[in-house]
């Protein structure tokens, strides 16, 4: 267990090394800079920011510097927001998006194997027919779809919710489930072709034959096995929650981190941008990590370290 | 050499109701979408009254700059379905290639293929989309200028999206071809082919992909509704195609921007998800069916 950690680790190591590079690449290499984005700067005042900013000498070296500078955990200073440094920026709004993120992921994971789980127990019955449609349907309605219609009927034509803004108990309700929703679509329907096969196992027949009752039937035996490809499936859960995040979080003002990354993008601040894609993917190779020792405390069929 | 997958015109699912009103809704919308917007009697840029609910001049009301929104939607249709064919498309090309290659050669190389795919499915693939769109758009222009296309340079986010989603969405089909392509390569029509010493390419060319085609068109038509999806989230943040050319993501986001206790204007909201919703529910139960009906799977209910 602890090797298969620890290997894990070290092979996160390249693929964090190729996705910095190919975004640091890709913003220095392409005309424009990342101190304005329409304004032609003079030469004289564009030599002392890039100095500022380390962003001068040859490309090799700029980039070499920014390597060591992110070995040692400095993301450096933002190019659009005066003397802020993105670890800054980023302590700021990343507990904000977490909140909302870890929130829609519970959610989502809660009602998606429950609804899953009702239709596989109802297959062929109105009740299956219902919770598959239902989860057809939170497929393709995706959360910029569903939350600017949410705020409409539950935030003024019922005044339940506030329309917007961040800090209250009750403005986190709206966005999460907006961003769970259609992700609880996809969890149920795995669930159901996922339980399905396990009613039809042998341990479950045998548990029906001792006499227990249906619901301990599923709840107890059933479900501990047929979570698995739910398990296996929340580590690009939390990718797409974490893209989805972005939008949920512009359309109810939250300060998460997806407004700022998009500014960043349009403004080409670079080290920004570098920042919040290089947390973006470490949260979820860690978060995968952690999925995996998940699945194999709950299947102690699979061997880690083969 | 012989399919033992059933013919994809054959399958009983072509006398499913539910499944045939989704096909004709798709259908008629992809008309509506390339004849509908000359017969609306506006263009899409076209100002009249502002805010003006659904009327008979209007059938879906006029949005906050006097546009007619019925016309923008189905301009917003052509843009959308165009990307979602294209997108989805590419990315059938780079999954093919890439999952066939990896299945056929199979050994060490099959082993690092996979590993690389299952580091790409957990990373946020479409935050490189975003990266990707916004940093390329300059360059894009300045080399669309140089090969003397200026007349394009407004279409130019449209090539990034078909390429930057094509590149994003490739990796289920190149599971998928390359689970396909283990089994066939057994068969022993493919070991006579080799035996016979065709070259590698005519084997996965003439023998294996043709085996393939049923599933490949099956994950294709669920490939175009996601593609559709992430246009239209980028289109809402602002990344998509150009003002005033309108797209689904874009209308909506300019309509969510007009949300407010005092004035509800509920057709701006109403209709953009309504189309949005019905194309891709329609699109994901083809998807979903056509997959049902060859999977032997799930058959055996």
Redesign the interface.
Same mark, same amino acid.
């Given at each position: 267990m602890f090797t298969f950690i620890l290997r894990r680790l070290l092979l996160a190591i390249p /693929?964090l090394f190729v996705?910095i590079s190919?975004?640091f690449l890709?913003?220095r290499l392409?005309?424009?800079n990342p101190f304005s984005a329409d304004r032609a700067i003079p030469p004289a005042v564009l030599k002392k920011l890039e100095a500022k900013y380390q962003l001068d000498g040859t490309l090799w070296q700029q980039y070499t510097g920014y390597l060591s500078d992110l070995a040692r955990g400095d993301l450096r200073l933002s190019t659009k927001y005066l003397n802020r440094s993105v670890n800054e920026i980023l302590a700021q709004t990343l507990p904000v998006s977490a909140t909302l993120g870890s929130l829609a992921f519970v959610i989502a994971l809660g009602s998606g194997v429950v609804l899953g789980s009702y239709a596989a127990v109802h297959?062929?019955g109105w009740q299956d027919r219902a919770a598959m449609f239902t989860a057809?349907?939170g497929?393709?309605? !995706?959360a910029?779809?569903l &939350? !600017?219609?949410a705020?409409?009927l539950f935030a003024? +034509?019922l !005044?339940l919710f506030p329309?917007a803004g961040w800090g209250d108990l009750d403005q986190i309700v709206l966005p999460a489930i907006c961003l769970a929703l259609p992700f609880a679509a996809t969890i149920a329907r795995l669930m159901r072709?996922s339980m399905?096969e396990v009613l039809r196992l042998d341990f479950v027949r045998t548990a029906r034959a001792k006499g227990l009752p249906e619901h301990v039937v599923i709840f107890r035996h059933a479900l501990k096995v047929a979570i698995l490809p739910v398990v296996s499936y929340s580590? !690009?859960l939390a &990718?797409s929650i974490?893209?989805g995040s972005?939008?949920v979080e512009?359309?109810f003002k939250i300060p998460g981190l997806g407004p700022f990354?998009?500014n960043s993008?349009?403004n080409?601040d670079l080290f920004m941008?570098g920042g919040? /894609?290089l947390v +973006?993917?470490v949260a979820?190779?860690l978060f995968?990590i952690v999925v995996d020792v998940l699945y194999f405390v709950l299947d102690r069929r699979i061997k880690l370290d083969s | 050499m012989t399919s033992d997958q059933p013919h994809l015109l054959k399958l009983p699912c072509w006398r499913d109701p539910s499944f045939l009103a989704c096909v004709g809704f798709v259908v008629a919308l992809v008309i509506a979408a390339i004849a509908g917007p000359s017969f609306t009697g506006y263009r899409y840029d076209e100002m009249g009254p502002q805010f003006s609910p659904p009327s008979w001049k209007h059938w879906c009301g006029t949005d906050f700059l006097g546009y007619d929104l019925l016309t923008r939607l189905l301009y917003g249709a052509r843009i959308s379905l165009l990307v979602g064919f294209v997108g989805a498309f590419v990315s059938l090309t780079i999954g093919v290639a890439y999952g066939a290659i990896s299945g056929y050669i199979g050994g060490w190389v099959d082993n690092v293929l996979m590993r690389a795919l299952d $580091?790409l499915?957990?990373?946020?693939?479409?935050?490189?989309v975003? $990266?990707?769109v916004?940093?390329?758009e300059?360059?894009s222009n300045?080399w669309i200028t140089k090969l003397g296309l200026h007349d394009i340079i407004p279409d130019a986010r449209l090539l990034l999206l078909f390429i930057g989603l094509g590149l994003v969405e490739w990796l289920t089909m190149a599971r998928i071809v390359r689970g396909q392509v283990l089994v066939l390569k057994e068969l022993s029509f493919v070991q006579a082919a080799k035996a016979l010493g065709q070259s590698h390419a005519r084997i996965l060319w003439q023998h294996l992909l043709p085996n393939m085609l049923g599933i490949i068109l099956i994950y294709l038509t669920l490939t175009i509704?996601v593609v559709i *999806?992430e246009e @239209?989230?980028l289109s809402?943040?602002?990344?998509g195609v150009q003002a005033p050319a309108p797209s689904w993501?874009s209308i909506? @986001?300019e @309509?969510?921007q007009y949300?407010?206790?005092l004035r509800?204007y509920?057709w701006l909201? $109403?209709f953009p998800?309504g189309f949005?919703?019905l194309t891709? *529910?329609a699109l994901?139960?083809i998807g979903?069916t056509l997959r049902d009906a060859l999977d032997p799977r @799930?058959q055996k209910?």
């Amino acid at each position: 267990m602890f090797t298969f950690i620890l290997r894990r680790l070290l092979l996160a190591i390249p /693929v964090l090394f190729v996705v910095i590079s190919l975004t640091f690449l890709l913003m220095r290499l392409t005309p424009g800079n990342p101190f304005s984005a329409d304004r032609a700067i003079p030469p004289a005042v564009l030599k002392k920011l890039e100095a500022k900013y380390q962003l001068d000498g040859t490309l090799w070296q700029q980039y070499t510097g920014y390597l060591s500078d992110l070995a040692r955990g400095d993301l450096r200073l933002s190019t659009k927001y005066l003397n802020r440094s993105v670890n800054e920026i980023l302590a700021q709004t990343l507990p904000v998006s977490a909140t909302l993120g870890s929130l829609a992921f519970v959610i989502a994971l809660g009602s998606g194997v429950v609804l899953g789980s009702y239709a596989a127990v109802h297959q062929n019955g109105w009740q299956d027919r219902a919770a598959m449609f239902t989860a057809l349907l939170g497929i393709s309605l !995706p959360a910029f779809i569903l &939350a !600017p219609l949410a705020i409409l009927l539950f935030a003024i +034509y019922l !005044p339940l919710f506030p329309v917007a803004g961040w800090g209250d108990l009750d403005q986190i309700v709206l966005p999460a489930i907006c961003l769970a929703l259609p992700f609880a679509a996809t969890i149920a329907r795995l669930m159901r072709t996922s339980m399905l096969e396990v009613l039809r196992l042998d341990f479950v027949r045998t548990a029906r034959a001792k006499g227990l009752p249906e619901h301990v039937v599923i709840f107890r035996h059933a479900l501990k096995v047929a979570i698995l490809p739910v398990v296996s499936y929340s580590g !690009p859960l939390a &990718a797409s929650i974490l893209t989805g995040s972005i939008v949920v979080e512009q359309i109810f003002k939250i300060p998460g981190l997806g407004p700022f990354f998009i500014n960043s993008v349009l403004n080409r601040d670079l080290f920004m941008v570098g920042g919040t /894609v290089l947390v +973006y993917s470490v949260a979820l190779i860690l978060f995968n990590i952690v999925v995996d020792v998940l699945y194999f405390v709950l299947d102690r069929r699979i061997k880690l370290d083969s | 050499m012989t399919s033992d997958q059933p013919h994809l015109l054959k399958l009983p699912c072509w006398r499913d109701p539910s499944f045939l009103a989704c096909v004709g809704f798709v259908v008629a919308l992809v008309i509506a979408a390339i004849a509908g917007p000359s017969f609306t009697g506006y263009r899409y840029d076209e100002m009249g009254p502002q805010f003006s609910p659904p009327s008979w001049k209007h059938w879906c009301g006029t949005d906050f700059l006097g546009y007619d929104l019925l016309t923008r939607l189905l301009y917003g249709a052509r843009i959308s379905l165009l990307v979602g064919f294209v997108g989805a498309f590419v990315s059938l090309t780079i999954g093919v290639a890439y999952g066939a290659i990896s299945g056929y050669i199979g050994g060490w190389v099959d082993n690092v293929l996979m590993r690389a795919l299952d $580091v790409l499915y957990s990373l946020p693939r479409i935050v490189f989309v975003i $990266v990707l769109v916004a940093a390329l758009e300059k360059p894009s222009n300045i080399w669309i200028t140089k090969l003397g296309l200026h007349d394009i340079i407004p279409d130019a986010r449209l090539l990034l999206l078909f390429i930057g989603l094509g590149l994003v969405e490739w990796l289920t089909m190149a599971r998928i071809v390359r689970g396909q392509v283990l089994v066939l390569k057994e068969l022993s029509f493919v070991q006579a082919a080799k035996a016979l010493g065709q070259s590698h390419a005519r084997i996965l060319w003439q023998h294996l992909l043709p085996n393939m085609l049923g599933i490949i068109l099956i994950y294709l038509t669920l490939t175009i509704p996601v593609v559709i *999806l992430e246009e @239209s989230f980028l289109s809402f943040l602002g990344l998509g195609v150009q003002a005033p050319a309108p797209s689904w993501g874009s209308i909506l @986001s300019e @309509s969510a921007q007009y949300i407010n206790p005092l004035r509800i204007y509920w057709w701006l909201l $109403v209709f953009p998800a309504g189309f949005m919703a019905l194309t891709l *529910l329609a699109l994901n139960f083809i998807g979903d069916t056509l997959r049902d009906a060859l999977d032997p799977r @799930s058959q055996k209910k």
